[in-house]
């Protein structure tokens, strides 16, 4: 694939356009960045820090931390040769965050340091009822887990346990923490169903590295939490934990 071929090329990998290429990626946007630095290191003073409302657009994106982790805290803001507390300043980031430019591209490229995106909706993509079907409109959302690397969706919505599996990504509808919708779904192809319940439960879901476990827990038993019984579409009986590997 040349550049050519690419719905948007960003000339320029400083904070913009790797901000950019963040935000048009996470739109499904097949995007590419031109950089002439041979290397992320910058030349000369650039940014020196991340005032509080970048903070908190950063934030609504679950980054934030990782720039905080590594700045250092300035509560004190000049403001006509005086300097003020700022520390009252109406949001959680009530602070300008010392950081250098370096850092600031370094951690905007790091992709890889998110493992796993988990979306978690009301409304489940793939349900297999009884009472509710597959979600038209999160059918738009679906290119969009593609793309984005997803192995695994939770929902709600339907009182069952529901285990789908479409496009490489596990679907998990877990809707009966209290109230319980007895009897078998009934659309199972629809709904790419691979197993289901109909007892009361939770998910335990335990992540090591690049191993995500799900236990489906029921009743306290004599000996601790048990396992849910589970059913395929066909009718055969399962339990024990269900692994996906990133
Ligand atoms: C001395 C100084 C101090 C500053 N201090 C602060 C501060 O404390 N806080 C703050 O928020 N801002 C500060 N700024 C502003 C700072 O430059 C910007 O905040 C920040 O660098 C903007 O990022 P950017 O991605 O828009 O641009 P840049 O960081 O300039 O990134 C543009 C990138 O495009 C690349 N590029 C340009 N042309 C081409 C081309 N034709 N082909 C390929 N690549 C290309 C460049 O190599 C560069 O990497 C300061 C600026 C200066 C000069």
Same mark, same amino acid.
């Given at each position: 694939?040349?550049?050519?071929?690419?719905?948007?090329? +960003?000339?320029?990998?400083?904070?913009?356009?790797?901000?950019?290429?963040?935000?048009?990626?996470?739109?499904?946007?097949? #995007?590419?960045? #031109?950089?002439?630095? =041979?290397? @992320? $290191?910058? =030349?000369?003073?650039?940014?020196?820090? /991340?005032?509080?409302? !970048?903070?908190?657009?950063?934030? @609504?994106?679950?980054?934030?931390?990782?720039?905080?982790?590594?700045?250092?805290?300035?509560?004190?803001?000049?403001?006509?040769?005086?300097?003020?507390?700022?520390?009252?300043?109406?949001?959680?980031?009530?602070?300008?965050?010392?950081?250098?430019?370096?850092?600031? $591209?370094?951690?905007?490229?790091? !992709?890889?340091?998110?493992?796993?995106?988990?979306?978690?909706? *009301?409304?489940?993509?793939?349900?297999?009822?009884?009472?509710?079907?597959?979600?038209?409109?999160?059918?738009? /959302? /679906?290119?969009?887990?593609?793309?984005?690397?997803?192995? =695994?969706?939770?929902?709600? *919505? $339907?009182?069952?346990? @529901?285990?789908?599996?479409?496009?490489? +990504?596990?679907?998990?509808?877990?809707?009966?923490?209290?109230?319980?919708?007895?009897?078998?779904?009934?659309?199972?192809?629809?709904?790419?169903?691979?197993?289901?319940?109909?007892? =009361?439960?939770?998910?335990?879901?335990?992540?090591?590295?690049?191993?995500? !476990?799900?236990?489906?827990?029921?009743?306290?038993?004599? !000996?601790?939490?048990?396992?849910?019984?589970?059913?395929?579409?066909?009718?055969?009986?399962?339990?024990?934990?269900?692994?996906? +590997?990133?």
């Amino acid at each position: 694939m040349t550049l050519r071929d690419r719905d948007v090329v +960003i000339v320029g990998a400083g904070p913009t356009g790797l901000m950019l290429a963040g935000e048009l990626k996470l739109a499904g946007v097949d #995007v590419a960045v #031109v950089e002439r630095r =041979a290397s @992320q $290191e910058v =030349a000369g003073s650039r940014a020196s820090g /991340l005032h509080p409302r !970048t903070l908190e657009v950063l934030d @609504q994106r679950g980054l934030a931390e990782r720039f905080v982790a590594q700045g250092q805290k300035h509560f004190a803001v000049p403001f006509g040769g005086v300097m003020l507390d700022a520390r009252d300043r109406p949001t959680r980031f009530n602070y300008s965050l010392g950081l250098l430019q370096g850092p600031i $591209e370094r951690t905007l490229a790091d !992709t890889d340091r998110a493992r796993w995106r988990l979306p978690f909706c *009301h409304h489940p993509p793939f349900c297999a009822g009884p009472q509710h079907r597959n979600t038209d409109r999160m059918d738009r /959302l /679906l290119p969009l887990f593609a793309a984005g690397g997803i192995r =695994a969706v939770f929902s709600g *919505h $339907e009182h069952n346990f @529901q285990h789908s599996r479409s496009g490489g +990504i596990d679907y998990f509808v877990t809707g009966a923490g209290s109230k319980v919708r007895k009897g078998p779904p009934t659309h199972f192809e629809d709904a790419h169903t691979l197993t289901w319940a109909d007892s =009361a439960h939770f998910l335990l879901v335990t992540i090591a590295g690049d191993a995500m !476990t799900i236990r489906v827990c029921g009743e306290l038993g004599d !000996t601790g939490l048990t396992d849910v019984t589970r059913y395929t579409p066909g009718g055969g009986v399962e339990s024990g934990s269900i692994t996906i +590997i990133r």
